[in-house]
């Protein structure tokens, strides 16, 4: 197959390894094509990437001998929208990141996208298969392996990211924990009275609707079923489908997010915000708080040059039945698929590449000081995905990170709330009109209500579920929730 380039996108080289017979075939190293999105630094510094990439290719080729092409189609936010098309395109790549709620990966393994894992991880990516893949069943369609875990099992709890001077004001220290909806209202009541900028950054997450609604299931002990993010979770206690614009408990949320619009903590520009630009905005110190849908114990504070903030967990944790946020994936149309498992083995247990991939190259993007890494912004090369790229656990900590963070995290586990439907893989290829016909109303009308933007709350959700049942929402529910209980049948 003829490697083509793609337009418009930004490209990486770095090498990578191969065993495969491209190299006695033509004298030069296989090329892998990794395609990642863009992080907080994007875009990086072609100059500095090729530093970066120079040094990886020493390491990868003397491990594994090839080289991998990274190309980043742009910033994260359009990630979910150009890669989905590409794959569909047949564009030449080898590895992808792949996740639940952008690239999903059901979708593309259902669609032929992606290659069976299972033979080429047990055989090509020792470690990696070793360290997860007791955690990879909710990876699985038809039995068939299709995205592997870099990063182990995880837990769900969301956090109020509250920028440090507000949180000094509100007497906030890293003990601190919201435990209700109301303990949130009453936090933005407060920051609104102590910030002239107190709008709340609830943007959309692509494919997935408004972000406060996921940021609140741990208090409602909810976890994302897989389909129709945003609009159908999970009871991880009962394994019961809950339909998040019929449940009383969202419409708590939807009712609160109404009156903060009212009261103006929504910009009234919300809905045309971009993910990627909210996020900017508090990574340069201009929001007081930023709701987040992974807390990380052990790291409960953030050190930036243009912010200090407090993380404060939200309810209670909910352990990640599948860990899917984060995932790589091979491709059917590889053409090196054993060299690409070798590479996923390397970014699982080879920390200098893992950190190279992430950080850069130590003393010109970023430094140490013990375990922790400060990158510097301006270097060119400030991926900020430590939890996307590589396996998190062998990198380098971020600044204000205790060296005993990942033995708490490993302690936090131990507390969460086990789900009943653990290794549950929903099968919706007799889904897939109803789905697109939900998938169209939801794009229009979640984000409005779910800001607060809509109007009325009860007229808003009633005409909502009178347009999403006619799209075919409750044909998908009874559909879904007869494959949970045969599934929770087999595990009785």
């Given at each position: 197959?003829?490697?083509?380039?793609?337009?418009?996108?930004?490209?990486?080289?770095?090498?990578?390894?191969?065993?495969?017979?491209?190299?006695?075939?033509?004298?030069?190293?296989?090329?892998?094509?990794?395609?990642?999105?863009?992080?907080?630094?994007?875009?990086?510094?072609?100059?500095?990437?090729?530093?970066?990439?120079?040094?990886?290719?020493?390491?990868?080729?003397?491990?594994?001998?090839?080289?991998?092409?990274?190309?980043?189609?742009?910033?994260?936010?359009?990630?979910?929208?150009?890669?989905?098309?590409?794959?569909?395109?047949?564009?030449?790549?080898?590895?992808?990141?792949?996740?639940?709620?952008?690239?999903?990966?059901?979708?593309?393994?259902?669609?032929?996208?992606?290659?069976?894992?299972?033979?080429?991880?047990?055989?090509?990516?020792?470690?990696?298969?070793?360290?997860?893949?007791?955690?990879?069943?909710?990876?699985?369609?038809?039995?068939?392996?299709?995205?592997?875990?870099?990063?182990?099992?995880?837990?769900?709890?969301?956090?109020?990211?509250?920028?440090?001077?507000?949180?000094?004001?509100?007497?906030?220290?890293?003990?601190?924990?919201?435990?209700?909806?109301?303990?949130?209202?009453?936090?933005?009541?407060?920051?609104?009275?102590?910030?002239?900028?107190?709008?709340?950054?609830?943007?959309?997450?692509?494919?997935t609707g408004p972000l406060m609604v996921s940021a609140m299931m741990p208090f409602f002990g909810h976890h994302e079923l897989g389909v129709l993010p945003g609009l159908?979770?999970?009871?991880?206690?009962?394994?019961?489908?809950?339909?998040?614009?019929?449940?009383?408990?969202?419409?708590?949320?939807?009712?609160?997010?109404?009156?903060?619009?009212?009261?103006?903590?929504?910009?009234?520009?919300?809905?045309?915000?971009?993910?990627?630009?909210?996020?900017?905005?508090?990574?340069?110190?201009?929001?007081?708080?930023?709701f987040h849908l992974s807390y990380q114990p052990g790291n409960p504070r953030i050190n930036r040059p243009n912010l200090q903030a407090l993380r404060v967990p939200i309810?209670?944790?909910?352990?990640?039945?599948?860990?899917?946020?984060?995932?790589?994936?091979?491709?059917?149309?590889?053409?090196?698929?054993?060299?690409?498992?070798?590479?996923?083995?390397q970014l699982y247990s080879n920390a200098d590449i893992a950190n190279l991939v992430v950080f850069g190259i130590e003393d010109r993007h970023y430094s140490l000081d013990?375990?922790?890494?400060?990158?510097?912004?301006?270097?060119?090369?400030?991926?900020?995905?430590?939890?996307?790229?590589?396996?998190?656990?062998?990198?380098?900590?971020?600044?204000?990170?205790?060296?005993?963070?990942?033995?708490?995290?490993?302690?936090?586990?131990?507390?969460?709330?086990?789900?009943?439907?653990?290794?549950?893989?929903?099968?919706?290829?007799?889904?897939?009109?109803?789905?697109?016909?939900?998938?169209?109303?939801?794009?229009?009308?979640?984000?409005?209500?779910?800001?607060?933007?809509?109007?009325?709350?009860?007229?808003?959700?009633?005409?909502?579920?009178?347009?999403?049942?006619?799209?075919?929402?409750?044909?998908?529910?009874?559909?879904?929730?007869?494959?949970?209980?045969?599934?929770?049948?087999?595990?009785?």
């Open positions: 197959m003829k490697r083509t380039m793609c337009v418009p996108v930004f490209l990486i080289a770095i090498a990578v390894a191969g065993f495969a017979t491209g190299t006695e075939e033509t004298g030069e190293a296989p090329e892998l094509i990794w395609y990642v999105p863009g992080g907080g630094g994007y875009p990086y510094d072609p100059a500095e990437v090729e530093l970066v990439v120079e040094a990886a290719n020493e390491i990868l080729l003397s491990e594994i001998g090839a080289t991998i092409r990274m190309e980043v189609p742009g910033p994260s936010g359009d990630f979910n929208t150009k890669v989905p098309l590409l794959l569909a395109a047949g564009e030449d790549m080898d590895v992808v990141w792949t996740s639940h709620w952008s690239n999903v990966w059901r979708d593309n393994a259902r669609n032929g996208y992606y290659e069976p894992l299972d033979d080429l991880l047990q055989a090509n990516a020792p470690s990696l298969w070793a360290g997860e893949s007791a955690f990879m069943d909710g990876f699985r369609i038809d039995g068939d392996l299709y995205a592997a875990l870099l990063r182990g099992p995880n837990q769900s709890t969301s956090e109020m990211r509250i920028r440090a001077d507000i949180a000094e004001a509100l007497e906030l220290d890293e003990s601190s924990r919201i435990t209700s909806l109301e303990e949130v209202n009453a936090f933005m009541t407060q920051v609104a009275e102590l910030s002239d900028d107190a709008y709340l950054s609830a943007y959309r997450v692509p494919a159908l979770k999970v009871d991880a206690a009962s394994g019961e489908i809950v339909q998040v614009y019929r449940s009383e408990q969202y419409r708590q949320v939807f009712e609160m997010m109404s009156a903060w619009a009212d009261a103006g903590y929504v910009t009234p520009d919300a809905l045309t915000v971009k993910d990627d630009e909210w996020g900017g905005l508090w990574r340069d110190g201009q929001l007081p708080t930023y309810g209670t944790p909910v352990l990640a039945p599948s860990n899917e946020g984060s995932l790589m994936a091979i491709t059917s149309t590889s053409d090196h698929k054993e060299l690409s498992a070798a590479f996923l083995d013990g375990p922790n890494a400060t990158v510097d912004g301006a270097a060119g090369y400030n991926t900020g995905l430590g939890w996307a790229l590589a396996n998190p656990r062998i990198i380098h900590l971020t600044p204000g990170v205790a060296p005993e963070a990942r033995e708490i995290n490993a302690a936090y586990l131990e507390t969460a709330l086990n789900p009943v439907y653990s290794g549950f893989v929903p099968n919706t290829d007799d889904l897939k009109t109803e789905i697109a016909n939900v998938t169209s109303v939801f794009s229009q009308y979640a984000g409005p209500i779910g800001l607060g933007l809509a109007g009325p709350v009860d007229e808003a959700i009633a005409d909502f579920n009178e347009r999403l049942d006619s799209a075919g929402l409750q044909t998908i529910v009874t559909e879904l929730q007869s494959q949970m209980d045969a599934f929770l049948a087999t595990k009785q």
